[in-house]
């Protein structure tokens, strides 16, 4: 029985996480928003998200309780708040950086890579709790990698740059999303491991999705003050292909004269002049503020009310496949997370598939790639029928 729970939980895992990548996706795509520029920050993209999902996980809750549930059941416990809390924190990064590579990058490019953190969860689980490691496991993660590998072998025997996949900041957002993803996975099972007696999923997601509005708001409010004390989108002295690919390329006629009577060009830079006036600086600031030049800045610039609401509503609803597969991860985290967590990215093999039907380009790098990955996850469930289930033990137990 236990089996069929874990099965019946990682397929509406897999709906929401699919649907999740697909939905960041359009929502960052003009095709899907009315045709205009996309003016919404990954960081109010994100503000958007965590307020959909808390409020679905609220109407579960005021569902619970109307049924019955006392309200001690919706206290988790100071200990397991605690590991809410780093959650949270690492859950808002993680977000912020999936509302940026959608921009950039179909799901089916970088998904897989995003996800390399699996193969290090079973030293996780032997270590935090104790958790064998299996024999097929083994097998079937060794064909994940090999699967996640395979659409990018092209790249590695070609030296022509256009195979070159990810820019510098991509990859700083990959191998930052792997860290939040692999706490996150670790820390679910702490939390409910340490969780008071009778606190369901929906109670520990909605104290995650409180605080991870708290984190959101403070950055999105904090941050745009900090750049511009900085001078973040007034740069004393750029890079001459820097500025003209950059901040003039992405800039109308009229602006670009604008810039170019504060900036002039000097050997290989363009230097900002002196003594420039407190309207001169606003004006030069809000031009570039446009280009999203300064890239970490630019990730919580905008307004919580955007102009064009069409990308939010794809968010909205990216809000309710999150709080699915979250209330999901809390409920299968009473095992340790090796055991199945590998099993919830079976989606990865499906995304080539579906990018083809929004006509995207798709290689057979990719296809093969898929192949391998499902026959991996395929063969890392194989040996259900002679391995009993263990629940991690639980502090109060």
């Known amino acids: 029985m236990e089996w069929i ?3 019946i939980w990682l397929l509406i895992i897999n709906g929401g996480l699919g649907g999740q990548y697909i939905l960041n996706w359009m929502g960052n795509q003009p095709d899907f928003t009315g045709g205009k520029k996309i003016d919404i920050s990954p960081g109010v993209m994100t503000w ?17 309780v109307i049924r019955g549930k006392e309200i001690k059941y919706l206290w988790p416990g100071f200990l397991s708040l605690s590991t809410i809390i780093i959650c949270a924190f690492t859950g808002v990064i993680e977000n912020i950086g999936f509302f940026y590579l959608p921009r950039y990058y179909s799901p089916h490019i970088y998904a897989p890579y995003v996800n390399v953190y699996l193969a290090f969860l079973p030293f996780f689980g032997k270590i935090l709790f104790n958790a064998p490691i299996r024999k097929e496991h083994w097998i079937g993660i060794t064909l994940v990698i090999i699967g996640l590998a395979i659409p990018h072998l092209p790249r590695f025997f070609s030296n022509s740059q256009s195979h070159a996949v990810f820019d510098s900041t991509a990859i700083i957002w990959i191998l930052v999303i792997n860290g939040c993803l692999l706490s996150q996975q670790v820390l679910n099972n702490k939390t409910v491991q340490t969780a008071l007696p009778g606190v369901g999923p929906n109670a520990l ?34 890079d001459k292909k820097e500025f ?26 363009y230097v900002l002049r002196k003594n420039i006036s407190e309207n001169d600086e606003f004006a030069i600031k809000e031009i570039i503020k446009e280009t999203e030049y300064n890239r970490f800045f630019a990730l919580f610039e905008g307004n919580i009310l955007p102009n064009n609401w069409l990308p939010i509503l794809f968010v909205i609803a990216a809000g309710l496949t999150g709080y699915i597969y979250s209330f999901g991860f809390f409920k299968l985290s009473r095992f340790a997370a090796h055991f199945w967590v590998p099993y919830t990215n079976v989606y990865l093999a499906l995304l080539p598939f579906i990018m083809i039907l929004f006509g995207r380009e798709v290689t057979g790098y990719q296809i093969a790639g898929a192949v391998t990955t499902t026959a991996g996850l395929m063969v890392g469930v194989m040996d259900y029928s002679k391995n009993k289930v263990v629940e991690i033990k639980k502090k109060y137990e």
């Open 48 to 64: 958007w998200r965590e307020l959909s999902k808390l409020a679905w996980a609220v109407v579960a809750v005021t569902i619970e």
């Open 244 to 269: 003209e690919t950059r901040i003039l390329a992405k800039t109308d006629e009229h602006k670009k004269d604008v810039l170019l009577n504060y900036y002039s060009l000097q050997e290989d830079e």
């Open 5 to 7: 729970l874990i099965i």
């Open 205 to 238: 997601v909605v104290w995650r999705e409180i605080w991870k509005m708290i984190f959101i708001s403070t950055a999105i409010f904090i941050m745009p003050v900090i750049g511009n004390l900085l001078h973040a989108n007034m740069p004393t002295s750029v």
